[in-house]
């Protein structure tokens, strides 16, 4: 039995995960079989003291404690699955556990460091028109960069000025700003007609070829404007998701208006933007008060 296919199967199926938890739960798992290939050691056979041992070998890779942190959970994950199958008695990852990892503060743009990024595509052409486009649109309504590239032209409605987003098991509704409507609309009226591959192509965003963008296409995009616009913070999609965020609470938007726009199961997911807000604060007064 191929044990890895039938956990992704799982993890499709069942479970219903979203592309990056499958990636990386299955990639995790993947890593682990090698080291227990080399071990001379199976998934069904491994116990406690071989997970904590795996751990170790991560760590002394110079893997981060958040890294491993995270893998762990991938086979805890993976071996509560086995379990429910009954191919193994009890859950060797179950009781191994790491140092507590220290949750660090989410990185943000500030305004200006937006509006310089923002600027970098050059809408005269095809590409850097569908760049502000994806650009725009992002800082617009903070969706995930798997949500973008999912986007389809129905999920659009540009004479409302509202995206409607289709995330993890939960649809949502998300204001466009006029800036950003008037990017797309530039974009799907002259440029994506162009450039699309088969005339009944729906992905809102395609590359230049003609096909659904993917993550690693957008990625680049990202960076070469980062590049490109000499800012020294690197500059992730989740970055704009962040500063999307971030800049509305600083402006008096409220927590559960964010939440639902971001798609947030969880206030307290939310709530780190308020950290956020209250350390930008905080440097700003020990940089400007006089007697710090």
Not at 193 to 212: K, T, W, Y
Request: glycine content about 4%.
């Amino acid at each position: 039995m191929d044990l890895l296919a039938a956990y992704q199967a799982y993890l499709e199926k069942e479970k219903h995960s979203s592309e990056n938890t499958l990636c990386s739960y299955t990639r995790d798992v993947n890593q682990y079989f090698q080291w227990l290939d080399s071990e001379n050691l199976s998934p069904e056979n491994a116990a406690q003291a071989d997970v904590d041992r795996y751990t170790k070998y991560l760590l002394s890779l110079g893997k981060s404690v958040a890294t491993v942190t995270r893998s762990l959970a991938s086979l805890k994950s993976f071996y509560s699955y086995l379990l429910g199958e009954r191919i193994v008695p009890t859950n060797p990852a179950k009781g191994v556990s790491l140092e507590k990892v220290e949750r660090k503060l989410p990185q943000i743009l500030t305004s200006k460091e937006v509006e310089l990024f923002l600027e970098q595509p050059d809408p005269r052409d095809a590409k850097g028109c569908r760049d502000k486009a994806m650009l725009e649109l992002l800082y617009a309504t903070g969706i995930r960069v798997t949500e973008l590239i999912n986007l389809n032209l129905e999920h659009l409605n540009l004479s409302a000025g509202f995206l409607r987003c289709t995330g993890r098991k939960k649809e949502r509704i998300i204001p466009l700003y006029p800036t950003a409507v008037r990017a797309l609309a530039d974009y799907i009226e002259h440029v994506r007609p162009q450039i699309i591959e088969q005339p009944d192509e729906r992905a809102l965003f395609v590359n230049m070829n003609g096909s659904r963008m993917s993550r690693q296409g957008f990625w680049k995009i990202i960076k070469h404007y980062q590049d490109q616009a000499g800012i020294k913070k690197d500059i992730t999609p989740h970055t704009l998701r962040h500063s999307f965020a971030a800049h509305l609470l600083e402006n008096g938007a409220d927590l559960r208006s964010i939440q639902e726009m971001l798609g947030h199961a969880d206030i307290s997911s939310t709530q780190v933007y308020t950290q956020v807000i209250n350390q930008k604060l905080k440097d700003v007064y020990n940089k400007a008060h006089p007697r710090t």
